[in-house]
Structure formats: C-alpha cells, structure tokens
C-alpha cells in the first residue's frame, strides 16, 4: 500500500527567489494588449471612427436608444430627478428599467453636452470601449488559467469578436462583456487559480480577489440580459471557492477571507439596488415573457453553423445557407462561434497543456451551455432550457435563449487555449521562441479572418425645422408622428437636448400608453385617437412629414380637423396639432 507523505509548506524565506522584475516590465504586455484590441477596434469600425457625431452601426433602432440611455444618464447625473422614469412612454413610472440600463457607463456621461450629436459620439466611444475591454479581458483571462500569450491573443479574438457577435452589432449591452471576462481572471488571479495546477492560496493576492468581485459588480449595472446568467454562474464559482476554501482553511490567510467577504457584500448589495426597480415595473405593468415568445427566438440546431451576413470571410459561404430561412429575428439564431475556434476546442480534448480532468469538465460545459442556448429546440426544452426558465428566479425575463452562446464561446476558448498552449510548448523545445511565436499566432490571426465585418451604417436624420422651438416648450406630453416600434428611437434622439416627456418610446417593454396610442393615432386626427389623447393627458401631436412615406400615417396630414378640437400649425418640414 502506497501512502502519501506529508510535504511541509515552504515559508517565505525556503522558497527559491524569483529573478526581480520591473515595474515598467510588468506593464509592457497588458499595455500592448490595450493598445493592440483597441486598434483592431477601431480598424473594425472605422465607419464610426470617421464620422463619430453622426454615423452610427446597423440601423436607427437600437442604437438610437441606447444613445439616449448614455444621454440620459448624463441628464439625471447633471440635473437630478427620478433616474428610473426617462421622458418616454408620457412619463410612465420606472420606464428607464424596461430594458438595461447601461448604467455602468455613467463616466462618460461627462463625455460631450447635450443634443443628438453628442448623445451618438458618446455612444460611440461607448461602443469601442465595450469591444476593446472584451479584447483584453479575454486575453488576460486566458494568461491567467496557464496560457501562453499565442493561446491568450486567440481567446482575446474570440471573446471580442466570434462571428456569432457580428449579428448583435446593434446590441451594445450585449456586446458589454469584457466585464465578465475581467471578473473571472481577477477571481482566479485573487485565489491563485489556474486550470494547470487549480488552487493554490500561496499564490492568492487578496487585492485582485476584491477586484474580481467589485468588476462583477460593475457588470451587473451594464444590464441583465448577460448579466442574469453571469450572477448565476459566479453563485455556483462563489459555492465552490468557499468549499474549496474552509477544506483547506489551514492555508487561506485572513487578508483573503477579508477581501472575499467585502467583495461579496458590495456584489450583492448593487445586485439588490438594480434588482428593484426592474421587479418593480414587473409588478406595475405586469410584464411576463410567454413560452411562444420563447419558442420564436430560440435557434434551431444548425443555428451553429449559421452565421450572419456581417461577416466578410463567411457572408458567402455555406456557413450562411439558412441565415434567412430563421426570420424572424434572425440575428438572435445565428450563434456560429468560429471554424477555427471549434477545430482547436477540439484538439484541445485530446491533446492539451490542462489536466485531463479539466478538459472533461469544459467539455461537459460546451455541451451543457449549447443545449442551453437552443432553448425549446432541443427535445422542446422540457429537460434543459425550460428548467431554468421554470424554476430560476429571474430566468423567465428572458426571451432569447441564443445569447447564452456567449458561455459556450468562453469555455470553447478555454479547451482551444489547452491546445495552442501544448503547441507553442512542444515546438519551444525544438525552435527558437520567435520562430514559434511566428506559428502560434496562426490560430488568432485565423480566428480574426473570421471576425472581420461588413455592417451597414446609417446616419440619423437631423431634427426639423421647428422641431426644437417645440421640444423646448412642449406645454405637457408630447406625440410624435409616425410613432413604431424601431421609429421611436429618432424623436428618443432629437429629445435629448431638453428632455420633454414623449409618448413614444422604444426599449424591450411596452406599456399599455403606447400600445394604445400606437393604435389609436394611425386613424390621426379622428374622433378616436383624440379621445385616447386626451385618455392620456397628449396635448400636442407633431407629425414629422418627411418621416411618413411608407407608414400607415400618411393620411395624417389630410384628414379633416374642422369638427376636431385642434389646431394646425405647419413650419418647416413639421405640422403641429394641438388639443383645445
């Protein structure tokens, strides 16, 4: 029989001395990782770099609102009030949580002034801060659980720029992950965690440790679309680390235990804070997702092999073959993570720098994620995605099952770095470092191929003539016409120099003041949609006439008013009605 024998803990003094390291070296690669996925960035979207006042990705909808989130933002950081209840929907009660809040970015509110231009650069400054952190968070991730720099520049792709991300362009709260990434190397940097060699509390640096939950934490105020699955997912890391930490309590220093604790505290607390006014307009307007909202935007299975149009290696390829055939919203069913990311994900099962163990366990994860992210497509859900959604608090506010391909990425980015780190190892012993970093690159250099875009852009209209002598006094609630579902977010835009309170509104939620007046003012002005005006205390319709083509308002403008009580104003490219 074979027994351990017990080797006693090296002090401080026992152990070898490390080679002294300067400051300035210890900076050199995370400053050229800053500076590297910032450039990528700003090489990927340099239609906004040109013109960043006026141009923004994709379409007019929800950038439009996200750009009025920053803007408002600004507006309660600078004058106050009620930060839940934005000037949209006539003012109804906690509309700002009707969707997420990007609260985080609260900083750059003091980026620019007031108006449209302004409120679209700040957006887009937002927009490449969220695509670099997510760079580096998934480089520094991956250095930290035992990866070389080649397999760290691969997952710092993949994180940033999948092609599965490519489709949510217009999803800057989606795009908000590098958060996550930063939390989870700063958890395991903090407890001295790495996929090669696990725990190890002689590593643990206290201070990280809190970092890693104050980050967390800062990723929750962005949203809960990826924020929900996040706080799940640090629940059961949070399990584990104090399991893992009381078995061998012996060796975890009190400085440790301080930083965990404070960190938890302050992690919950502002998870509590944004909590309540999203479970409060819960209970005021009685949002519920349904299981056929469910099944419309859950991917099918060769949702991953699918990818968008977006990107410029796949567009015409195989690899888009159904992209279309998956309406509609078809961009929530495209989650293709990457040839090349699958091909060494793969390799790394077999043959890669991480315990056998750990493999078996991200290979679980892969399987279990990306069932999760088909939602009632696989078997109908009834024993994946629906469990979750039946039975965990929060999980059924969401509707899109695909976004959890974000968890299936980062694990597959964990087995493909196993892999390009056994690689870069193996060929250190025959070659010189250069001529192996000339290799290894080769898999991040082929992830970024993929990720290479083609989006469209537009540019919002400038706001009317007249349109801003009205903003500026608006004498109460004001309509603007055409009024939609994705349109809302123009006049959202031009409202964000004064902030008057608008009928319209465009988030994840609607409350029953819009749907009603969406319906009733495509009969504007008729005895009804008068009636409904009054209802909700409307006391000027503007209708936008260069904005009506195509929309069932056009008749607007002919209509007769003479047994109507309102009066017609026309300047410029505007005609005001407003209610006796």
Do not use: C
Not at 82 to 99: L, S
Not at 341 to 353: E, M, R
Not at 439 to 466: C, K, Q, R
């Amino acid at each position: 029989m074979i027994t351990e024998t017990a080797v006693p803990r090296q002090t401080a003094k026992q152990r070898p001395a490390l080679p002294a390291v300067s400051r300035a070296q210890r900076l050199r690669e995370p400053v050229l990782v800053v500076l590297t996925g910032l450039l990528v960035t700003l090489a990927f979207y340099w239609r906004i770099v040109i013109d960043l006042r006026s141009t923004v990705l994709f379409d007019l909808g929800d950038p439009l609102l996200q750009a009025w989130e920053l803007a408002w933002a600004r507006h309660f950081l600078f004058n106050g009030g009620d930060f839940w209840t934005g000037n949209i929907f006539a003012g109804a009660e906690n509309n700002f949580a009707f969707t997420d809040s990007l609260l985080g970015y609260l900083p750059f509110s003091l980026v620019g002034g007031t108006g449209a231009s302004d409120s679209i650069l700040r957006y887009n400054l937002v927009f490449i801060f969220a695509a670099t952190l997510a760079f580096v968070g998934g480089y520094m991730l991956v250095r930290q659980l035992g990866g070389t720099w080649h397999a760290a520049a691969l997952g710092a792709v993949v994180f940033a720029w999948a092609p599965w991300r490519l489709a949510h362009v217009h999803h800057l709260n989606l795009l908000s992950t590098g958060g996550i990434a930063l939390a989870l190397f700063a958890l395991a940097r903090g407890h001295g965690f790495s996929l090669r060699h696990g725990f190890r509390p002689e590593l643990a640096r206290p201070g990280w440790a809190l970092a890693g939950w104050l980050i967390a934490a800062w990723q929750i105020t962005i949203g809960f679309a990826t924020g929900l699955p996040f706080l799940y997912v640090l629940g059961v890391i949070g399990v584990v680390l104090l399991v893992t930490m009381l078995r061998r309590r012996a060796q975890i220093s009190k400085r440790l235990w301080i930083a965990d604790s404070a960190g938890v505290v302050v992690f919950l607390t502002i998870t509590l804070l944004m909590v309540q006014p999203y479970l409060t307009a819960v209970k005021l307007y009685q949002f519920k997702r349904t299981l056929d909202e469910l099944k419309t935007y859950s991917p099918p299975p060769q949702g991953f092999i699918t990818t968008s149009h977006f990107s410029w290696l796949w567009s015409d390829t195989g690899f888009t073959a159904w992209t279309w055939d998956m309406e509609p919203a078809p961009w929530e069913k495209w989650i293709f993570p990457g040839l090349v990311l699958l091909v060494f994900a793969a390799i790394g099962l077999a043959f890669s720098a991480w315990p056998r163990k750990v493999r078996v366990v991200l290979g679980i994860a892969v399987v279990v994620s990306g069932i999760l992210a088909l939602g009632t497509s696989f078997f109908h859900g009834t024993f994946s995605y629906l469990l979750l959604w039946k039975f965990m608090p929060g999980w059924d506010a969401l509707r899109t099952p695909g976004r959890l391909i974000l968890w299936t990425t980062l694990f597959l980015m964990l087995l493909a770095a196993g892999a390009v780190t056994r690689m870069a190892q193996s060929l250190g012993r025959k070659y010189k470092q250069r001529i192996v970093g000339l290799i290894m690159i080769l898999p991040a250099l082929g992830a970024l191929t993929e990720a290479v875009p083609v989006f469209p852009y537009a540019h919002p209209p400038a706001m009317p003539a007249g349109l801003e002598q009205e903003f500026a006094n608006p004498g109460g609630p004001v309509v603007v016409l055409p009024m939609d579902l994705t349109g809302d977010s123009i006049p959202m835009l031009w409202s964000t120099k004064d902030f008057p309170v608008l009928a319209n509104g465009n988030t994840g939620n609607y409350p029953k003041v819009w749907t009603e007046l969406t319906t009733a003012t495509k009969a504007f002005p008729s005895v009804r949609s008068v009636a409904a005006l009054k209802h909700y205390g409307i006391h000027k319709v503007i209708v936008v006439k260069p904005m009506l083509e195509g929309t069932p308002y056009t008749r607007s403008l002919t209509r007769p008013i003479a047994d109507l009580p309102l009066t017609r104003t026309d300047t410029g490219d505007i005609a005001v009605f407003t209610l006796r």
